[in-house]
T-cell receptor, first 113, second 113 residues
Framework: GAGVSQTPSNKVTEKGKYVELRCDPI?????LYWYRQSLGQGPEFLIY????????DSGLPNDRFFAVRPEGSVSTLKIQRTERGDSAVYLC???????????FGPGTRLTVL | DAKTTQPTSMDCAEGRAANLPCNHS???????VYWYRQIHSQGPQYIIH???NNETNEMASLIITEDRKSSTLILPHATLRDTAVYYC??????????????FGQGTILTVHP
């Protein structure tokens, strides 16, 4: 079946701009996670959704970052006033429920010039 | 979640078994050991997980010591396509962590012809 998909695969933006990154989880998966991976590092947790609500957003670096999942399926990660330090690969994962095995998408590579 | 320690890098000849070790001496009774790998420019790929018993699937085998303080991932017949960063992760499938994954630096496995 279809895996986790993320769009766009690459995004180049200028400092100060707003960006949205989209994640389509595996059908039927109620849990959704966002991670960020900087060059040469392992992925770092950002936020977790169970259904429509963000159960844990402790990994979001600051209030420029926000994520939604209005219908409990697709999620959008939103970054305001982007900075060069936001450049990274943003990964999305989904699982049947919280605590179950997570399956990752291919990621979105964000470059802030 | 318990911290894990893995060698920075390992080499393996094609066709031979690759044995990747992981130490997790502070693991608690309800924490699982998960293994993921990440091939260059792709999202992490789930390999296998276990609690205390040894596990095997079509990709690999996971051997967990009786005291659960360490484990070994075994790729029985490594191929060039197994060249990747391998992450050993210990996570509480329930509780307040919601199963979020804490990635370390992982082991860079290079399979040689």
């Amino acid at each position: 079946g279809a895996g986790v998909s993320q769009t766009p695969s690459n995004k180049v933006t200028e400092k100060g701009k707003y960006v949205e990154l989209r994640c389509d989880p595996i059908s039927g998966h109620t849990a959704l996670y966002w991670y960020r991976q900087s060059l040469g590092q392992g992925p770092e947790f950002l936020i977790y959704f169970q259904g429509t609500g963000a159960a844990d957003d402790s990994g979001l670096p600051n209030d420029r970052f926000f994520a939604v999942r209005p219908e409990g399926s697709v999620s959008t990660l939103k970054i305001q006033r982007t900075e060069r330090g936001d450049s990274a690969v943003y990964l999305c994962a989904s699982s049947l429920g919280w605590g179950n095995t997570q399956y990752f998408g291919p990621g979105t590579r964000l470059t802030v010039l | 979640d318990a911290k894990t320690t893995q060698p920075t890098s390992m080499d393996c000849a094609e066709g031979r078994a690759a044995n990747l070790p992981c130490n997790h001496s502070t693991i608690s009774g309800n924490e699982y050991v998960y293994w993921y790998r990440q091939i260059h420019s792709q999202g992490p790929q789930y390999i296998i997980h276990g609690l205390k018993n040894n596990e095997t699937n079509e990709m690999a085998s996971l051997i967990i010591t009786e005291d659960r303080k360490s484990s070994t991932l075994i790729l029985p017949h490594a191929t060039l396509r197994d060249t990747a960063v391998y992450y050993c992760i210990v996570t509480n499938a329930g509780g307040t962590s919601y199963g979020k994954l804490t990635f370390g630096q992982g082991t860079i496995l290079t399979v040689h012809p």
